[in-house]
C-alpha cells in the first residue's frame, strides 16, 4: 500500500497491481510482515483515528508538515493476534468491495444513459434552446454564516468533490425548498471545479457557489443533466480564463444554446432513462450507508470491543 508523507499528510491507498511500481517524493510503500502483520489489516489500521494522532504527531516542519521514515517506522498500531487481523480485513473488504461494485453499477448505469441520450439527440428534429429555458438555476446562499454546528450539512464545493468531513459546516436554520437538497436533486457547482452531480447523501443545505438544479415542465431531471454536461468542457474552459482565484461561469452562460430531442422522443425514453437515474442513486445511497457501516465497525473491531463474527453478520445483514 501507499501512505502520504506529506500534504495531506496521512492518506493511505491500496495498491492493485502486481506490476513493479517507482514510487515518487511524498509517498512511502508500505507491506505487512507474515505472521506478524496483515497487509490488509494494516490498510485498515492506518485510517483509524488512534494511529492518524500518532502518525500527526510525529510529523515536524512549518510549512510543510511530514513525517520521516525513522519517525514513521516508530508509529505504533494496534495489533490483535494474526488470525484475527486477516478476520477483520476480510470484514472489512467485503464492505469495500460491495461499495466498489455499487460505484461500477452507478457508471455503467449513467454510461447507458448518456448513451441513450446522444443517440435521441441525434435525430433531426432536436431543437436549439437555451439551457436556461429547461430549468431554474437555484443559487445558493451563504448558509455557514453563523452556524449552529448541529442539524443538516451545508452544502459546499468541498463536500461536493470529496464528501464530508471534520470540517463539514452544519447549520439547523430553516431555509426556502429551493436551498435544501435531497438524495437524487441535481447540483451544479458553476464556480472552482464545475462540477455536476446528483446529490445522494441525507437532506442538505445548499451552500452559495452551487445551483440546485430544477427541472422545468417537460424536461426530465435526466436530460436536464444531460444537456448541462453538454457544456461542461465549454464552461471549464470559460473558467479557466477568469484571471481570479476562483474561476466561474456567469449567468448569462445559462442562456446559451443546448440542442435538445424531440419531445415525442424524450417521451419515449422517459421511463427507461428515469429508471437508470434512480438505480444509480439508490448504488450511491447503498454506498454511502456500507461506508458509514465500514467506519463504525472498524475503531470497534481493532480495540476489541466488537468480536468479528458480530461485524460479520452486520456486514451481511
Do not use: C
Not at 28 to 53: E, M
Not at 155 to 168: C, H, P, Y
Not at 176 to 189: M, S, Y
Not at 285 to 312: C, F, K, N, Q, Y
Amino acid at each position: 500500500m501507499i501512505l502520504t508523507s506529506e500534504a495531506p499528510l496521512g492518506r493511505v491507498a491500496r495498491v492493485v497491481t502486481d506490476a513493479p511500481l517507482v514510487l515518487g517524493q511524498r509517498l512511502f510503500g508500505l507491506r505487512g510482515r507474515k505472521d506478524v502483520l496483515d497487509s490488509g489489516y494494516l490498510y485498515y489500521a492506518l485510517q483509524t483515528h488512534r494511529v492518524q494522532a500518532d502518525l500527526i504527531g510525529r510529523a515536524t516542519g512549518t510549512t510543510v508538515v511530514g513525517i520521516r521514515q525513522s519517525a514513521l517506522r516508530q508509529l505504533e498500531v494496534p495489533a490483535p493476534a494474526y488470525p484475527q487481523q486477516v478476520a477483520i480485513a476480510e470484514v472489512l473488504g467485503a464492505l469495500d468491495d460491495k461499495i466498489e461494485a455499487n460505484r461500477k453499477l452507478a457508471a455503467t448505469a449513467d454510461e447507458l444513459s448518456r448513451w441513450r441520450f446522444k443517440a435521441m439527440q441525434a435525430n433531426s428534429s432536436s431543437t436549439a434552446l437555451p439551457l436556461s429555458e429547461t430549468a431554474r438555476f437555484v443559487n445558493g446562499r451563504a448558509f455557514t454564516k453563523g452556524a449552529s454546528g448541529t442539524g443538516r450539512v451545508v452544502v459546499r464545493i468541498a463536500e461536493f468533490n470529496s464528501g464530508l468531513s471534520g470540517s463539514t459546516v452544519r447549520n439547523d436554520i430553516e431555509v426556502a425548498d429551493e436551498h435544501v437538497a435531497r438524495p437524487g436533486d441535481l447540483l451544479f457547482a458553476w464556480s472552482g471545479s464545475l462540477t455536476l452531480a446528483r446529490w445522494f447523501r441525507d437532506e442538505a443545505i445548499v451552500n452559495q457557489h452551487i445551483f440546485k438544479v430544477i427541472p422545468n415542465e417537460g424536461y426530465p431531471l435526466w436530460l436536464v443533466n444531460h444537456l448541462i454536461r453538454d457544456k461542461l468542457t465549454e464552461y471549464r474552459a470559460i473558467a479557466a480564463d477568469k484571471a481570479t482565484t476562483m474561476g466561474h461561469i456567469q449567468r448569462r452562460h445559462l442562456d446559451e444554446p443546448v440542442l435538445v430531442p424531440p419531445v415525442s422522443a424524450i417521451r419515449a425514453e422517459d421511463q427507461t432513462l428515469d429508471g437508470l437515474w434512480r438505480r444509480a442513486l439508490l448504488a450511491e445511497i447503498e454506498s454511502e450507508s456500507l461506508a458509514h457501516l465500514r467506519d463504525t465497525l472498524l475503531p470497534r473491531l481493532m480495540s476489541g470491543e466488537l468480536r468479528v463474527e458480530a461485524a460479520r453478520e452486520m456486514a451481511s445483514a
